[in-house]
T-cell receptor, first 113, second 114 residues
Framework: SQKIEQNSEALNIQEGKTATLTCNYT??????LQWYRQDPGRGPVFLLL?????KEKRKERLKVTFDTTLKQSLFHITASQPADSATYLC????????????FGTGTRLKVLA | EAQVTQNPRYLITVTGKKLTVTCSQN?????MSWYRQDPGLGLRQIYY???????DKGDVPEGYKVSRKEKRNFPLILESPSPNQTSLYFC?????????????FGPGTRLTVL
């Protein structure tokens, strides 16, 4: 079955820099991949969805890429701000043709002022 | 306001005492799901429901039951809780549950089983 790996548990960057988070999956290529933000003690909040036939998606300072050859998605936050500090999760369908979801363990981003 | 609500938000109980965590959504979503979140393991899906009276197992269904008698409600039942079910639980809903729609999560229920 599908597995997800997110690049690191924690990532510290300076304010104004671009943060890049990685999500790798192991088996079949999903029809789509989602990115969520989670603040401590709160439920995840949806940020972006990218479909298998899309190479890149943007929303304000956020950009997501999807490379089905590498089985990887990259999540970028440009001009990062301390308010962007949170845990970021990627998610996709666990098995083709099902409605089961699998989430990565997340990357905790801290933007330093 | 569109939202997913869960009750209770915090619960401490003892092994073997049946409990129910309620979940309700006001967005007329067909799809609802339960997750548990544990340190180092991330969010894991317990059960999901595509519509009323339609439920299916997620990745970690053992020790849990669900029911979907109404579209807006999706309660999670622990018939005989055990300490390994101590976790942070999230309910989520979605209008379709697949490609074009995303999940809206509730605020979470922190459960401790002694």
């Amino acid at each position: 079955s599908q597995k997800i790996e997110q690049n690191s548990e924690a990532l510290n960057i300076q304010e104004g820099k671009t943060a890049t988070l990685t999500c790798n999956y192991t088996n079949y290529s999903p029809a789509y991949l989602q990115w969520y933000r989670q603040d401590p003690g709160r439920g995840p909040v949806f940020l972006l969805l990218i479909r298998e036939n899309e190479k890149e998606k943007r929303k304000e300072r956020l950009k997501v890429t999807f490379d089905t050859t590498l089985k990887q998605s990259l999540f970028h936050i440009t001009a990062s701000q301390p308010a962007d500090s949170a845990t970021y999760l990627c998610a996709l369908d666990m098995e083709a043709g099902t409605y089961k979801y699998i989430f990565g363990t997340g990357t905790r981003l801290k933007v330093l002022a | 306001e569109a939202q997913v609500t869960q009750n209770p938000r915090y619960l401490i109980t003892v092994t073997g005492k049946k409990l129910t965590v309620t979940c309700s959504q006001n967005m007329n979503h067909e799809y609802m799901s339960w997750y548990r979140q544990d340190p180092g393991l991330g969010l894991r899906q317990i059960y999901y429901s595509m519509n009323v009276e339609v439920t299916d197992k997620g990745d970690v269904p053992e020790g849990y039951k669900v029911s979907r008698k109404e579209k807006r409600n999706f309660p999670l039942i622990l018939e005989s809780p055990s300490p390994n079910q101590t976790s942070l639980y999230f309910c989520a809903s979605s209008s379709v549950g697949r490609v074009t729609d995303t999940q809206y999560f509730g605020p979470g229920t922190r459960l401790t089983v002694l």
